[in-house]
């Protein structure tokens, strides 16, 4: 009965204190605070935090696979500055030069073993003096047929050196269309790891050596986040 009583009491003063408790009104902010307020919001600057050494390539819908293309068709290399890899244009430019330089080399050789070829098949000699004259005597140990054979050679390198131009402009062309379809339509970075380990490579039971039954060998992983 005791423990009754007591707790009725304590449980009337407690909800005669509470309300006894008289609510506090919201103080209204000035002008001065209101003032403060907008410098601290201010002064507090939102941070990213950073992401370490990968880099991040999205998509740019501004560029132009079409104008890459376009201008690397008219002149070699100008699509791969577009796209900012200035590292291939002296790739393409020396390319492009050797090229030229077989085509010359093997023009000239061609024309100059084609006259001799013709002044052996008319059954004549150039006179001192001539163009070829000292050519046509370098040339007086070797029979017709071989003459011949290098006219040949020297043309089939030639024709191929104009091919291999042709491709070396197609394939420049090409890659600078790719690239910029990358950079427009894809998104790319470097957060990826290769891991290279030794490792055995268990063989079949048909062609299993004395030497045992594992070769060693290298396990390649790449991993893509």
Not at 57 to 82: E, M, N, T
Not at 83 to 103: D, E
Request: proline share 6%.
């Amino acid at each position: 009965m005791q423990r009754y009583i007591i707790t009725v009491v304590l449980l009337t003063g407690f909800v005669f204190s509470a309300l006894a408790q008289t609510p506090v009104a919201p103080q209204k902010k000035t002008k001065a605070d209101s003032l403060q307020d907008k410098r601290d919001s201010l002064k507090s600057k939102p941070f990213i935090p950073k992401i370490g050494d990968i880099k991040l390539y999205h998509p740019d819908s501004l560029h132009s696979p079409s104008k890459a293309w376009h201008r690397s068709v008219f002149v070699p290399g100008w699509g791969q500055i577009y796209n900012h890899q200035y590292w291939k244009v002296p790739v393409i430019y020396t390319g492009l030069t050797l090229l030229v330089v077989m085509y010359r080399y093997n023009q000239s050789a061609y024309t100059e073993d084609l006259a001799v070829a013709r002044y052996r098949e008319k059954g004549t000699s150039p006179n001192p003096g001539d163009k070829y004259y000292a050519l046509y005597n370098a040339y007086a140990g070797y029979p017709d047929n071989a003459i011949d054979d290098a006219v040949r050679g020297y043309a089939r390198y030639r024709d191929l050196s104009v091919l291999l131009f042709a491709a070396a402009w197609g394939i420049q062309t090409i890659d600078a269309y790719i690239d910029a379809k990358f950079k427009h339509s894809y998104s790319m970075d470097t957060d990826f790891s290769v891991k290279v380990a030794p490792t055995l490579i268990n063989q079949q039971v048909n062609a299993q050596s004395f030497g045992g039954a594992f070769i060693p060998g290298l396990k390649v992983t790449f991993t893509l986040r």
